[in-house]
């Protein structure tokens, strides 16, 4: 275990120069407060727990000392945002400190959220506001403990610094941990600014840092896009299994890692609804839950298109070919499991097609189903779910065809409900309880913020005393309106 002055850093990415970043310093903000910290990701840099609750902690990650061993750097990158080209985007309010590494060896990137301007700031102001720090905390750590590839976040910090958004809000940070931060528009921006040797130097870090095994294969770039384009279409796997919709995914918001990158107005579905738009200004539903797929593979073709100059456009295709193969078994993979069908059997696809298609109709809570699904015995919870269906005859003949299906597994009940209650969630973080805890913490309560986080950390458990956390979602709470100023 360490103290925050014994931590090591690495800083490779900055040594690859002023061309990718630029060196800028944390703007403090007033009054620092730990709002939450997590001790899994805190973990990650073989940090003592209790070293959060030291004030220089809160310092630390308002901005106010830094590491001598830290080098801050705002990282330069473009991309693609709703289908348009941005040239240049980049940490308008997020800096690269350093890279820590841990005494497994491995590398962790920290990145703190609204640490004020930088040259890529264009007209923002560099902050992030308590409200959205929470949501991407609170978020990140909770798709980690359901097994979702996800950045972490170590902790926010509040401040009595105001920030103006649709109303005067106060500022604060969240301290962002990821191998890398390297996302699509990192490798567009060098490519379309037609930086070659950059874009070579870049390809070669992501390569030798993050993707070492392509480095022995024929065309190490290659495998490398093979590589991000078979993580991708795990992650999408995961997003649509477990019903999380991204609401922004531009190609500056997707990670060379795969791994579920800047949060902004994300959404887990309460009721199951295919076309669900979790982002109030996407008016055409680009990024709609069903669209999350399809946008997924277009922005690889995005990244392909940057790789040109290393990968023919005939191998790239035929990678690009690979995406939809790959999402669908993982995803059947992942769907089959929820279910509690262990093996495989043709049929299983269209099993979940028509479940979805019953779920479409009527006001099912998607998490709470699974978990119901699960329950022992099998008959008893397919009764007690069948009320919530509109299309009742529907529903007898999908449930009499999954019982039938389920049986075939032949897994005593208790084991049934064991294995599917350990891929079925019992809370998740939906918006409205997210909502719950920011409004005590703008009051300056972070307790309900910190419970929650508790909960989420163990999401398939029984929490007795805290069900309230899985209560399906009051009316109100199932059409929130998530500003996307953050
Ligand atoms: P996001 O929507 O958070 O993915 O941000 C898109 C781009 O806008 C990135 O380049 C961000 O750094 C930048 N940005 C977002 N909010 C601000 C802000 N308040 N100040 C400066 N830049 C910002
Ligand atoms: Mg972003």
Not at 26 to 47: F, K
Request: net charge negative.
């Amino acid at each position: 275990m360490k103290t925050l002055a014994e931590l090591d850093f690495d800083n490779r990415f900055a040594r690859l120069g002023d061309a990718f970043s630029t060196e800028v310093l944390p703007e403090p903000i007033d009054e620092p407060r730990l709002v939450v910290a997590s001790p899994a990701a805190m973990a990650l840099l073989d940090l003592d727990p209790a070293e959060a609750e030291q004030p220089v902690f809160a310092e630390i990650f308002a901005g106010h000392k830094l590491w001598e061993s830290a080098e801050p750097r705002a990282m330069v990158y473009s991309g693609h945002q709703f289908g348009s080209y941005n040239p240049r985007l980049g940490d308008g309010r997020g800096l690269l400190l350093g890279e820590v590494v841990n005494e497994a060896g491995e590398h962790w990137d920290l990145h703190l959220k609204g640490a004020g301007q930088t040259p890529y700031s264009r007209m923002g102001d560099g902050r992030a506001v308590l409200r959205s720090s929470i949501r991407e905390f609170l978020a990140s750590e909770a798709l980690h403990a359901l097994g979702i590839p996800s950045s972490r976040a170590l902790c926010v910090t509040g401040s009595s610094t105001p920030v103006w958004r649709e109303k005067k809000e106060s500022a604060a940070m969240v301290l962002r941990l990821a191998p890398s931060h390297v996302r699509f528009g990192h490798f567009e921006y060098f490519y379309y600014t037609k930086q070659e040797e950059q874009l070579k130097a870049l390809a070669e870090h992501v390569l030798s840092c993050h993707f070492p095994e392509c480095l022995a294969q024929p065309e190490p770039h290659l495998a490398m896009f093979r590589e991000v384009l078979e993580r991708n279409a795990e992650l999408i796997a995961y997003w649509q299994a477990y019903g999380f919709c991204h609401g922004v995914m531009n190609t500056d918001n997707m990670s060379i890692l795969g791994i579920t990158f800047d949060y902004g107005p994300f959404a887990f579905l309460d009721d199951f609804d295919a076309q669900f738009i979790c982002n109030h200004s996407d008016d055409a539903g680009r990024y709609s839950f069903s669209n999350q797929v399809p946008i997924a593979h277009w922005n690889l073709s995005a990244l392909a298109q940057a790789l040109t100059p290393f990968i023919g456009v005939e191998a790239l295709r035929d990678t690009l070919n690979l995406f939809l193969p790959l999402y669908q078994a993982h995803y059947l993979d992942l769907m089959r499991k929820r279910l509690g069908l262990f093996s495989a059997d043709e049929k299983d696809s269209a099993l979940i097609e028509r479940l979805l298609q019953l779920m479409q109709t009527s006001p099912v809570d998607y998490t709470r189903f699974f978990r119901a699904l699960g329950d022992s015995p099998a008959a008893d919870a397919l009764k007690r779910l069948r009320d919530e269906f509109v299309d009742l005859a529907g529903f007898d003949s999908w449930a009499a065809d999954y019982r039938a299906r389920s049986e075939s597994e032949g897994l005593p009940q208790a084991e049934r409900q064991q294995r599917m209650h350990a891929v079925n969630p019992k809370y998740i973080l939906r918006n409205y309880l997210a909502q719950q805890a920011i409004e005590a913490a703008e009051k300056g309560d972070y307790s309900e913020v910190r419970l929650l986080h508790a909960v989420l950390s163990k999401p398939f458990d029984e929490q007795p005393g805290n069900e309230r956390f899985a209560e399906r979602p009051p009316e109100w709470g199932k059409h929130l309106e998530i500003s996307c100023s953050s």
